[in-house]
Nanobody, 120 residues
């Protein structure tokens, strides 16, 4: 059983910063890509940022230059540093990991989500 547990969401004023963390635990052989997605009610989940095991990153255009993704492979943890937050960054943020939970397969796992609210 694999779990992804997020932390760090909350309420912040526009222009402020938050740091999200997500720790993966359980039956994990290796982790490929880790990332963050966000979703508004009734809308599709969208990629915010992703990072491979080798450290290559990808960002949504709307967050480039403001958000930074990083990971600690020894701790199976991914971080999202969010700076210069805007009200339009208000979403539920979900952690994602593509990982090998057995020698036979890689699977996608999701956290339960953490709410980020940016007030104007």
């Amino acid at each position: 059983q694999v779990q992804l547990v997020e932390s760090g969401g909350g309420l912040v004023q526009a222009g402020g910063s938050l740091r999200l963390s997500c720790a993966a635990s359980g039956s994990i052989l290796s982790i490929n890509t880790m990332g963050w997605y966000r979703q508004a009610p009734g809308k599709q989940r969208e990629l915010v940022a992703a990072i491979t095991s080798g450290g290559s990153t990808d960002y949504a255009d709307s967050v480039k230059g403001r958000f930074t993704i990083s990971r600690d492979n020894a701790k199976n943890t991914v971080y999202l540093q969010m700076n210069s937050l805007k009200p339009e960054d208000t979403f539920v943020y979900y952690c994602h990991a593509n990982l090998k939970d057995s020698v036979y397969r890689s699977m996608n796992y999701w956290g339960k989500g953490t709410l980020v609210t940016v007030s104007s």
